[in-house]
């Protein structure tokens, strides 16, 4: 039905719509698992952990909604939904129940780690065929590499 | 490892417990639902229902935060995580791709439908309990009764 | 023409929407009045009590907003016209012109009370139907008794 | 008992106390028309018509506090009580139930209307008499055409 | 030295001048007294006339600020000294020392009567010269009778 | 098409519709003036009077809108285009490029100028078709001499 | 001397004011407890302690003020003075001098547990006498039951 | 007479400059086509459409206050003139008079997608000679692209 | 086992530390016995001094926290408990029950003119051995001289 | 009558009272001094001085009012009245009409310059007879000396 | 000791983490710079001066702090200290005590123009191994050509 | 060239601006220290201590700034320079690299424990010739032992 014109030739369309996708679900799942520890931390060091999630899910939902709405803005309808997210994340598998403060940590070092890196192929990916949505990726990158550090630098 | 004393009796808790983990699956899904819609639904009534689409998701994502500190605040670990998501939850398959406005209102009709009929069997089921979880499931219900409300009086 | 799906039984429906629509009256009604005795009271306590009774207003009509909704989000429309309201409003007459600070108070003792009385027969009497709407009345019961105190206290 | 020394001649004093009166009257009618039209409509244009008629609630409610207060400033007792507005407002009868969206701007067109034309009468009648009043009428005016433009631009 | 092209005739110019000179004698010398009655004010309602008297000092305040710059705004320099206050007001002397509640605000509602008369015949006087100030007159007028009926209601 | 009912007759309204589209112009140019200027200032006093223009700019936003609504709110539609505004503004010519600070007060006291000539003929001509509009230009006037004795005052 | 019209018979309003007196002493004595451990916590989680602790003071501030002020709504003047709070309070003696961390976070547990168990029993109490007192206790003991919880969490 | 030591050599000066000039003059007039119809759109969806035309002004607005200080900051004096807006713009002509509401829409899509092609263009031009104006226009660029797939969505 | 090095030598540190410690006695004590006449209070002037008495508590709340961290920073473990302040205040008793609104006043006036004398004489003590305490101890006489003026004023 | 025991012995107040009082006078007539200047200043640095004596109007204001109420609280009545204000202060005479940007910063150095020499009296007279006055007049001079400075900075 | 997992190959982050480190002594030395003549300049145009050296070390201390996050994150330990910035910086000694108007303002010019050349060698030096790092640079360069622009017109 | 008449003796101001200047430095070098270190601090309290630090930058910078403007209101030019703080303050040398959490809270113990013994030394040398001075000291001293007690009691 509804088809909107987009500014970029189809090839290039093609490579930006799935650098797109693929952040959003990344980033949907992100917001999932930092509240998931958020709730299930437990240790010495819980309160501290448990504010600091709490921001990396705030991070996460700006970025999932910037990164959606630039995908509709270029007429391709992005996929957030629940079993989206469940079978195409690139975060691995998250433990259930309590969690000690330090594996906490350790959990959410990995889990950042394995998105910048598909993050920062999606910078080098879409270069050339969107600046735009490049620039996007840029800042996303670099927000995250900031919370990557602040946990590497509590378990030191 | 970590026990925490629980101020409730054990048949309690559990009644409790699954109330309070049903919740929140339910209201981490309607969240991401009422996402999905904000980010494809298209027609001439797009901004009005996008705006209120936020208001959905601002009020599951408070009231999924609430429901699994109080698991937490009882000792039982709150499982948020996608897949539990994206398999237990009471809100049926949402479409993929553009959605009409009237279809979007009808979605979120039946979405929001689906959470308060089983959110008051939670009312129901937890009063003898825990009158503190079941003042909880009250407000929540109250307050997506009036969302309910709202998108039911849109399509008149 | 409008039919809302009610999530309540027919004869659950009409014990509730009797209660919302009577406290809806009320609320109305009591809004008025403050703002009928905080324009006409004179005296050596004007100021303090003109500024008390604009709270007791912004009081009255959050409410009489919340309880509307309510009946909406229920499926029955609410009526706050001002005939209806005159009409049928728990609240005794209240004299027209200049009132003296004195009277001004035991008026409003007066309006509370009356109105507290029949906020509390329908906190029983929705208990059974809708423990949401009974939540919102106790609610409100709370407020007014709390003004209703402060009135009594500045007669002592 | 309490007589006010008042700025202005007895005739005058009569001219304006009667336009005073009157618009209170009609205001805090327009303010109650609003809220009822808030509550009970339906149909696709709901958000947008229940978030505008808030705006009117809230301009009535300022302007009529404005004008009762400026009764009492020339030593006329306002009266705003519920019968009062229920017998004398200048506003036609409010259907009761659930309205249509496009009755309800109907509704609203008409009732503004009404009261503005009344309004404009006040600001001939009193410009002689108390230029201070008249002042208060030219700016209600004003934003009361503005409300009536927007509700005829979109039955457009 | 300086001379700013004022926009209205000389004859104009004239009326309008003395007018806002007037006013800026009046309202300096209206927040002076109102200090000095807030800090000398004693007795039970002390508290209350307190603060109601801070409340006079912003309005005096402000339309000193507004009454002066329309002045310059015309090419007539304003003159708001001490000396200048203390021998051309309208308000006649104020006591010293403590001063009884009722006496305050006796006090004041004489202050503020004398410089309302002198206000209002300075809303007739401008009218014709220049409507901008009038319409300035006017607004100050409004809120000075609404701190006048406040005090007369207190002494009730 | 869309013909609203215009509380008006038709001669008053011609008068008055003609008063507001002249001032839109008059007030969009102001604001395209007084940003050209922002942007092109240079000299000593490069900060004081970027600042300062900004604040002129803002207020010729709010007055160009508050015109254009009214126009609107008596059935006549306002033109508020680049070509309309280039042709018919009362504002002369601004020169391109760098422009010192002294040149930029002086050029800024004229253009106020141009336009308070012409929103002062307005006032006149409004009085009696529409006492609404000609309040609306009062306030604007006042506010625009305001901003013209400033810049006087500058170049003193 | 003074005596208000209780809304309630005298054996319920017995056992509520029983309830709420209780509550109250609990509550003051909580945030003296909680401030006296924020002054004098040492050890490495001290910043984290010392914040969280004045965020139970807090909560014990507000929820020691709902309380009394609502048994004075009720007619009982409550009582909340340094003597009474030391004698009848819930909570164990708390040691005197500095008090390393995890100790101080033992003692929060404790501290938070007896007060909920006392609560807890105060809900059971008073819902047949007075539901809108019960729904106060149950907002109470919510939030303590998550303070308990997050200092529960950190000594795991 | 000014002259500014530009950081960039003369050819890509020139390339910037030019790029800076044509935006200016684009995001100008889009703020002023986006509030004439802001003032001129009739419709059932007039009020919707007329709030996110402010939101456009908004932005529009901002852009074109970068883009100018932009180019003076390289020492390129900038021209926001209404002449120069007027026949330079890249936006086609905008008719006079009431607009429906799809037509609003429509004519929102054309402006905004022409001003979009020609900044994807500075982008392209501008990213070897100057790549901290390149990001001034690639964050332009995707604020444009987003208000251009709201417009296009509500006409789906 | 914790030793803090601090900045005094002892027999100044014993000094400061007596001086700090019975401030905080009374100053946790003024801010109990404020609330507690607060909740108690009654009489015509009920509203303006239940107000009035918040201010004292929050004043005595800041002033006893400055004072405790005061003494923890030099070192010196803070005692702030109910069982402490019960047994050290400065304070004579408080009768318990309602309290009618004059003798409220003079309550308060004598409960803070008894903690103005011991903190003067702190003023005096603490100068040589400590002027950062001293200035500490000076700031908070002059607050407590400002309430104790406002309540005997009241009186008067 | 109204006679407020005063925590200093007799002579200290006499002292201290007259200090008060004459720092009352200097203090008042310093706003209005700088708020004349702000009125009739000329030249090219209008807008900069014009600003940065309403900064010196707030201080003298905010300095006056804890001037007042501090000779309140000691139980002497402070006299702020224009007479007392023409007679008795500090500052030399102002010239009347337009003044020079120049004279206007020379005339502020010298008024400020005055005020500070008589402060620094008032510290030096104050500190045995009340250190909690001679804190005040400390602080009103740190203030005074910084604003004397900044004019200072402006004539060199 | 403490080893970050780098995202970046090692020849690139010796690229990246020179240019961070430069630029972090540059923008400390900037921050203290501007405060430096914040405090020393005199002159005619001081207040304007004063407060627009604020807005740059307002400016130079945020981009200080993310130019050193942005370090650590890469796993670099940035080096701010003050013997580090007193030897590394790229902007020329600054003379000590009072410096006039127009020598601070060539000052800033001066100090601005160092640290941009060298910014602008970074973009260019890091776009290759690291495009996040490049846009932070991108960023700052733009803000400083702003800060430079401004001082520069005012000296024309 | 510039001279500003001092309201001290020659031999007072010497005392007083050595110290001063001594302050300055001190100041300057805790913030950059204090940044350092929450830049560089690890393990597992980073995150208290990263958000501790920022609180001791704050403080240190609002100090650095009152000292300084305290030096220019009496006359001489303070000298905050980066080779002026690193050849001058009384803060030992910090360790360049990452640092982990224990020694970060040694560190910032020291750093701060200097500052304190030499800005109390300056509180003793300053009260005879500049109270205004000494009580700036004071309060800078008491901030700073807060600060002092904090990172002391977390390494206990």
Redesign the interface.
Known sequence: ??V??S?LPDADLKTVSEALQGALVDL??LS??A??IH????????????L?LDEVVGSARIHS?TV????????V???????T??SG?GIGP?P???I?D?DAVRTMVDAL?AV??RM?QR?NAT?EAD??S???F??I??DL??H???F?????
């Open positions: 039905m509804y909107v014109k500014p949907v799942d999932l698992v509240k998931q709730w299930n931390v437990v240790g010495p060091r819980f309160r501290s952990i448990h600091q909604d959606a709405e630039r995908a509709s803005a270029l007429g309808p992005p996929d957030g939904r629940a079993a997210v469940a994340s998250t259930a129940g309590w000690k330090t780690g910048i890196i920062r910078v270069g600046p735009v490049q620039d996007i840029i800042g990158t670099a590499e900031k990557h550090w602040m590497q630098a509590e378990n030191a």
